[in-house]
Structure formats: structure tokens, C-alpha cells
């Protein structure tokens, strides 16, 4: 069965204090492997999309890498917009997209 | 405004009631879905289609109906409302080019 797993549940930051978040996942075949945002009240927002180990992705302070058991996103110097609820989704083989429960990160001034 | 949009944002019914959430995408997106989010789960798949009246089950099914005359338009239907549905509902569109998932804002129910 395919499964998500992330870590921390909850991450509080100092503006610019960088740090990365965890996607652990276990997949029969990996098709994709993704990252959205989600501010409160809001539905997800796509940022990245992973296809295969040693893949990365630059956006503004987010940088997400892949390997065959984990993705990173790191952030650096985060700022308090950076707060958000992180997910992290995988997409094995078929059209099904599982997600993992999230990081709540919170950046404080 | 190309998107997602889903209707409506928020809503109170009674145990026992019929309640439909709307989407609809103006993209013409092949497969849309249907989540639910709760504390603790995660977004868990309810009900996905594959195309205009093609629909299958998703995670958690139990309790809700989909139809999808159109490929534009994707209804959720609870049958008969239980305390146990109260969550967010998101839609969702997958764009197959990109490989992208794109989501609604979000139906908020509460079954008291």
C-alpha cells in the first residue's frame, strides 16, 4: 500500500532561520512526487513536482529534493509569508495521488 | 476566471438531511476528484472520475454519492448527513499535461 508520512507535525521558525521538512513515503512504483502549500481557509496550492532520485526544484526559498525513500523541502531564510501548511503527495502507478497529513510551519517576526 | 470553483462554501445542515456540494473547472480536465480533510487524516480520497460517466471509489466512500453528466461539473452528494461527515471538501482537477493536481477553495459542512 502506498503511503506518506511527514515530519515535523509543527515547525515554528525564527524569520530567517532556515530549515527542511520531511516526506518519508513507501510506493510500489513512483510516478511523481509533489509539494503544495496551504494557507488557512484556502485549498492547496501546487509548487513542485519530483520525477525521480537526485531530482531539485528552486522556488524563491522553497528547494525540494528527492530520494528513493524521502523528499526535503527546504526552506531558507523564511519569512512570516513562508507560514503555511505543507503537503507532500506521491503518485504511484495509476491515477490515484496519496497525501501525507502535513508540516504546519509558522514563521515568526 | 479559469479554475475551480465549488459551491457552497460553507454549510450547516441536520443529521439525516440531503446535502450536494458543487464543482465545477473550466478547463475540461479528463479526471476531477473529490477529498475530504480532517485533523489527523490528511486530504483522503472520496470519489474520483476519469471522465464524463466514469466515476470510482476512492479511500473513503462510504456514505456519499457522485454523478458526472458533464466533464465540467462533478457533484458530491450526502445522502443522509452523519456527524462523522463534518469536514472540508475539496474538488479537484487533474491536469494530465503537467502532471498537477489543481484544488478548490473548499466546502466547509457541519452535520449537527
Known amino acids: 500500500e502506498d503511503q506518506v508520512t511527514q515530519s515535523p507535525e509543527a515547525l515554528r521558525l525564527q524569520e530567517g532561520e532556515s530549515s527542511s521538512l520531511n516526506c518519508s513515503y513507501t510506493?510500489?512504483?513512483?510516478?511523481?512526487l509533489f509539494w503544495y502549500r496551504q494557507d488557512p481557509g484556502k485549498g492547496p496550492e501546487f509548487l513542485f513536482t519530483?520525477?525521480?532520485a537526485g531530482e531539485e526544484k528552486e522556488k524563491e526559498r522553497l528547494k525540494a529534493t528527492l530520494t528513493k525513500k524521502e523528499s526535503f523541502l527546504h526552506i531558507t531564510a523564511p519569512k512570516p509569508e513562508d507560514s503555511a501548511t505543507y503537503l507532500c503527495?506521491?503518485?504511484?502507478?495509476?491515477?490515484?495521488?496519496?497525501f501525507g497529513p502535513g508540516t504546519r510551519l509558522s514563521v515568526l517576526p | 476566471d479559469a479554475g475551480i470553483t465549488q459551491s457552497p462554501r460553507y454549510k450547516i445542515t441536520e443529521t439525516g438531511r440531503q446535502v450536494t456540494l458543487m464543482c465545477h473547472q473550466t478547463?475540461?480536465?479528463?479526471?476531477m476528484f473529490w477529498y475530504r480533510q480532517d485533523l489527523g487524516h490528511g486530504l483522503r480520497l472520496i470519489y474520483y472520475?476519469?471522465?464524463?460517466?466514469?466515476?470510482d471509489k476512492g479511500e473513503v466512500p462510504d456514505g456519499y454519492v457522485v454523478s458526472r453528466s458533464k466533464t465540467e461539473n462533478f457533484p458530491l452528494t450526502l445522502e443522509s448527513a452523519t456527524r462523522s461527515q463534518t469536514s472540508v471538501y475539496f474538488c479537484?482537477?487533474?491536469?494530465?499535461?503537467?502532471?498537477?493536481?489543481?484544488f478548490g477553495e473548499g466546502s466547509w459542512l457541519t452535520v449537527v
Open positions: 503527495a506521491l503518485q504511484g502507478y495509476g491515477q490515484n495521488f496519496v
Open positions: 510506493v510500489s512504483g513512483l510516478r511523481g
Open positions: 519530483l520525477y525521480s
Open positions: 478547463w475540461s480536465h479528463s479526471y
Open positions: 472520475s476519469a471522465a464524463a460517466d466514469i466515476t
Open positions: 479537484a482537477s487533474w491536469d494530465r499535461d503537467g502532471n498537477t493536481i489543481y
